[in-house]
């Protein structure tokens, strides 16, 4: 079993910016396409970002598209996500989550995540 842990969460200006990490132990996690989701208050858990298991391809939620990146190192065994002129609906708890399966491309549905972090708040005022 991976266990994944972010941080990098905080408080940041709308407009600003923030560089969230999450960092895998256990089994490697090299084979396996990396998500991050997001929950807002009230509001269900949603996709935000994915890279597949090499780093050749990467999907983004449209609402993040054009300001979002998701990366990962797999010499450190991290995966990251550099946000860009944050919103305030960007508020949310963000969370790091690993594929179940191991060698696929695309993979967005929350159901396909197998491994999840326990999140690291962010908090974008206006």
């Known amino acids: 079993q991976v266990q994944l842990v972010e941080s990098g969460g905080g408080l940041a200006q709308a407009g600003g910016s923030l560089t969230l990490s999450c960092a895998a132990s256990?089994?490697?996690?090299?084979?396996?396409?990396m998500g991050w989701f997001r929950q807002a208050p009230g509001k269900e858990r949603e996709f935000v970002a994915s890279?597949?298991?090499?780093?050749?391809?990467?999907y983004y939620a449209d609402s993040v598209e054009g300001r979002f990146t998701i990366s990962r190192d797999k010499a450190k065994n991290t995966l990251s996500l550099q946000m860009n002129n944050l919103k305030t609906e960007d508020t949310a708890v963000y969370y790091c989550?690993?594929?179940?399966?191991?060698?696929?491309?695309?993979?967005?549905?929350?159901?396909?995540?197998?491994?999840w972090g326990q999140g690291t708040q962010v908090t974008v005022s206006s």
């Open positions: 989550a690993a594929d179940r399966r191991d060698w696929r491309r695309k993979v967005i549905a929350e159901a396909d995540f197998g491994s």
């Open positions: 256990g089994r490697t996690f090299s084979n396996y396409a």
């Open positions: 890279i597949s298991w090499d780093g050749d391809n990467t």
